[in-house]
């Protein structure tokens, strides 16, 4: 299984970003979570978005109202839409798939910067 995120990139503040993560090897239909997390420069990894194979979403409180995770089955892919992004958004992005264990992706860096 490999999950190969990108869309990172240098953007500036209020503008937006789509990640990407193509997931291999394994369906994420049948996933038990899937989602969206980051870490920034000296601080611990923390989550994005989140989405369950019941359907539920979770989003941090950062997230709400400016960032959408979807996904796509039939690619295998997941996306986050991130709009009016801010310098504290700038992190590495990582995608995570759950079956019977962890998957993550390696990252993709998003700098948010004048």
């Known amino acids: 299984v490999q999950l190969q995120a990108s869309g990172g990139g240098l953007v500036h503040p209020g503008g937006s970003l789509k990640l990407s993560c193509v997931v291999s090897g394994k369906s994420i239909y049948s996933r038990i979570l899937m989602g969206w997390y980051r870490q920034a420069p000296g601080k611990e990894r923390e989550m994005v978005a989140t989405?369950?194979?019941?359907?539920?979403?979770n989003y941090a409180d950062f997230a709400k109202g400016r960032f959408t995770a979807s996904s796509d089955t039939a690619k295998n892919t997941l996306y986050l839409q991130m709009n009016n992004l801010a310098p504290d958004d700038t992190a590495v992005y990582y995608c995570?798939?759950?079956?019977?264990?962890?998957?993550w992706g390696l990252g993709t860096l998003v700098t948010v910067s004048s």
């Open positions: 989405a369950a194979r019941d359907g539920t979403r």
């Open positions: 995570r798939v759950r079956w019977a264990r962890d998957y």
